[in-house]
């Protein structure tokens, strides 16, 4: 429930200069918004967002590709969260790069050799 995410960014263990820097927040926030939108009010902000968010989603890999699962789930715990929501809206993997970018952030993500629960879970 979109009710519930401050309480969940409260949370969040990530300092604050990734926060500000990714505004990880405001992200998710417009997954939420774009998967309860009508599709004419979705692919127009897409549209309106969509070089932001392929920024965003870049910034987003080049942090996790240096980390590995467990890591990365510590620093960014809604990123799962984010990047299926992302990975459904029809609007913004239409476009190339953000599609791209959104494999690579998973790929990232994956775990050959799942360690544990939450690993396998992932996968």
């Given at each position: 429930?979109?009710?519930d995410l ?9 300092d604050?200069?990734d926060?500000?820097?990714l ?9 939420v918004?774009w ?6 009010e ?18 987003i ?5 240096h ?20 990975c459904?809206?029809r ?5 190339d790069e ?6 690579w ?19």
């Amino acid at each position: 429930r979109s009710s519930d995410l401050p309480n969940l960014f409260k949370r969040m263990d990530v300092d604050t200069q990734d926060s500000n820097s990714l505004n990880f927040e405001f992200w998710m926030n417009k997954a939420v918004q774009w998967g309860q939108a009508t599709d004419l009010e979705s692919q127009q902000d897409v549209c309106l967002h969509l070089p932001k968010l392929e920024e965003f989603l870049q910034q987003i890999y080049e942090h996790l590709k240096h980390m590995n699962f467990t890591a990365a789930i510590k620093r960014f715990p809604l990123i799962g969260q984010l990047l299926g929501r992302l990975c459904w809206n029809r609007f913004v993997v239409a476009s190339d790069e953000s599609q791209n970018t959104l494999i690579w952030c998973l790929c990232c993500l994956y775990s050959s050799v799942p360690e544990d629960p939450v690993e396998v879970k992932a996968n």
